[in-house]
């Protein structure tokens, strides 16, 4: 009775619980597509009667553990960071649980570089801080496609965010976790002071599951090419680990069910010692069930010990059902598990990866797009060679690497003077293969019809070739919910024009009706002042590939036709770089004459080795796209005086007209209204110069324009308070409406014929 049990369903069940509690109530009513499948399996009454009662108690046990909402403000809290925390700058920051047993995201500010040095030396997990601060709110997200603290928190069971300048007591504590988590901390010590520094972040990642070391274009050439879950600890590993583990004590002559009781008591330490990432806790409580299973005499379906880790797993942290890892992890494996009418089909070894490869990729590729916007199309093909290539040697390698570098330095150095130069090989050929285009399928955040197309489209292609229909017969279910997503851009007749949130800087997105074309004009970046301190954070925050890349590739945008650089300052330009590294772009704008500052040596490096066109423009250039117009109208000479030789952009539609004028000042509005002002603009929106600035927005040059709606784009709570004051008054005494990125976050303007519409990120 117990092995017809489908426990599958009733993971299922108790999944759509946790989500409809911490998501929306109306996922109750997936539960209702279960019955039809319960009416299939004749003479099966315990897996229906087992699936009604856990969707009950299973929502009255979530809705009663609830993370607690935190009141905002001051307050004093005792609480042990966990290892995932980081020292980044002048802080440390990372999630950690309190003495009432809250999970928060904690934040303290070093007072010195003398106790930043002490924190250091701190295995953070082992120590309890009580310390003050204040409670407060996530940041809002720069647009709807960027990363979401509230999200993160959500992922996590985190109540909130708790920031610190003042401790008030550390007290050490010792416990399982902590002594593994300290074990960790020393393996990484090890690896970063005996692997070669090229080495190293491959070797964290495989080996303790910590993916923090890995350099973002490395991290771009994996996701390109579709193998980044070969740097997550996974079954492989732990498959791997316990098939060399169990032969080595059964050579020595150790009872088989010894072995196994070892093995169901050492895994689950492992998976804290690799970091407890869910591919790992997923493998180890798998092999653990099985293991118990066959201990007492029992047999266990392999779907069924999958269920029952899903359940427990879910129940324990119902809130991991948002992570992306756990979604992809556990899918993998089902879909495998439930593919097994299809894997047998195969009759070599080629045939079988293949097949594992595509079913795994397939299954997987609507949770990709949920999450990330895009999929790799080579992954399909790139895996079959990199999947071996990892499991057979790669894996392996490290494992011996690390055992050696504890036995015998002379012997390692040995090792590494053959394995570097191989996996230096095996880094190029990645990086020429990512290099390849059409790799990446980019429709950006689809819609929940959308999604529900696509998932649907999958299962029924899964469920006809199960039933030994041939899979190009049944292929177009695929791909045409793929096809009709990928031309839905190009039948919306709207332009839009998002003014992007990219702190104190400029971003503007244009995207002009039925995807004809698609202009960006400046890209943000960050401003550094002065030298390189204690405070500097290891890694800057980069804004192009942050906010600017999330957002086009959140709206589907993989190419863009012009890349327009209102001038040479980093807060408009910082971001061009890492732009081009990970969007096509046809052709570059800048103005004459800037091409030859220091802060445009990034942009002209990747364009130039990207093969992407430079042209220098000033006023009087410009270009049309059907009914649409574009013309350069500043600056007026070719030398480049800074934020008076910005472009100005005047973009005109039958209904509605655009300025874009940079960083432009008093001199240059003087010049523009000299030259422009006395133009019939009609209804016009106009982004603010210089981000609002007293030297900017001149009265005359205003009432020239006599503006409908004028967007600053500007960081909150910047330290030069733009937009200025004056300049507001200004407009409120002219009678004309102003928006600042700063106050509505990412502004969006939808313009339809004549009318049009502005969405905000602000709730």
Known sequence: MFSRIRFIYVAITVAVSAFSVYGSAYLLLVNILLIPIFFRRKGDYLTPILTFIAALLSFTYFTSSLPKAIELGPATITMSWFDNAKIDGGKVKGLAKTSAGQTLYAVYKFNDEQ????????????????????????????????FNMENYMRMYGSSGIFESEVILNAVPKSNVYTR??????????????????????????????????????????????????????????????????????????????????????????YAVLAGGAPSVWRAVSVTTFVLLASLIGLKIRLDNALAISALVFISIQPYILFQPGFQLSYLAAFSLILSSKILVKAKTAIGISFLVTSISQLSLYPVLLFHFYEISLSSFFVNLIYVPLYSLIILPVNIILLIVTWLS???????????????????????????????????????????????????????????????????????????????????????????????????????????KAVYLIDTG?????????????????????????????????????????????????????????????????????????????????????????????????????????????SPQDERYLGNDSSLVLLMKTPGLSF?????????????????????????????????GSRTSSTE???????????????????????????????FIDLGYSTMSTAVYGTITIDVVKEDYSVTVMQK
């Open 115 to 146: 106790e930043k040095n002490s924190f250091s030396e701190l295995h953070l997990p082992s120590v309890t801080f009580t310390l003050t601060g204040v409670f407060r709110e996530a940041d809002m997200p720069s647009h709807i496609y960027a």
């Open 180 to 269: 593994l988590s300290l074990q960790r901390q020393k393996v990484k010590l090890h690896i970063n002071s005996t692997f070669p520094k090229q080495l190293i972040p491959e070797a964290e990642a495989l080996l303790i599951g910590d993916r923090s070391g890995m350099d973002e274009t490395d991290a771009t050439v994996y996701k390109r090419l579709g193998i980044t879950h070969l740097f997550a600890i996974s079954g492989l590993h732990v498959g791997l680990l316990a098939f060399m583990f169990r032969e080595l004590l059964l050579r020595l002559s150790f009872r088989k069910g010894t072995v196994d009781m070892l093995l169901i008591v050492m895994l689950p330490l």
């Open 409 to 515: 330095t002379s012997l390692s150095t040995f090792l590494f003077m053959i394995y570097a130069p191989f996996r230096e090989c095996i880094t190029w050929i990645s990086i020429w293969l990512s290099s390849l285009p059409y790799q990446l399928w980019t429709p950006g955040k689809l819609s929940a019809i959308e999604m529900v197309c696509i998932i649907a489209g999958v299962l029924y292609f899964f469920v006809q070739c199960e039933e030994g229909v041939k899979a190009r017969d049944f292929l177009i279910f695929v791909i045409l919910p793929a096809l009709t997503i990928h031309v839905m851009p190009y039948l919306d007749g709207t332009l839009k024009v998002t003014f992007l949130d990219v702190g104190q800087g400029d971003s503007a997105v244009v995207e002009l009706p039925y995807r």
């Open 525 to 633: 970046g960050t401003v550094f002042f002065g030298e390189n301190g204690w405070k500097t954070p290891g890694k800057s925050f980069e804004v192009g590939r942050k906010v600017v890349v999330t957002y086009l590739k959140g709206r589907g945008i993989k190419k863009i036709d012009k890349l327009i650089i209102s001038h040479a300052h980093l807060d408009h330009m910082g971001g061009a770089d890492e732009v081009l590294e990970e969007i096509t772009v046809n052709e570059i704008h800048i103005t004459s004459g800037s091409e030859d500052e220091k802060e445009m040596v990034d942009l002209l490096r990747v364009a130039k080795m990207k093969k992407v066109p430079i042209h220098s423009v000033k006023d009087g250039l410009g270009w049309s796209e059907g009914q649409i117009s574009f013309n350069y109208m």
């Open 659 to 691: 300025l874009f004028t940079g960083d432009l000042e008093t001199e240059g509005e003087r010049k523009f209204v000299k030259k422009y002002g006395s133009l019939n603009y009609g209804r016009i929106l106009l982004k603010g110069g210089h981000h």
């Open 700 to 730: 005359p040059f205003i009432k020239a324009l006599r503006p409908e709606l004028t967007i600053f784009s500007v960081g909150r709570n910047n330290t030069y308070r733009h937009p200025h004051e004056d300049v507001l008054e200004r």
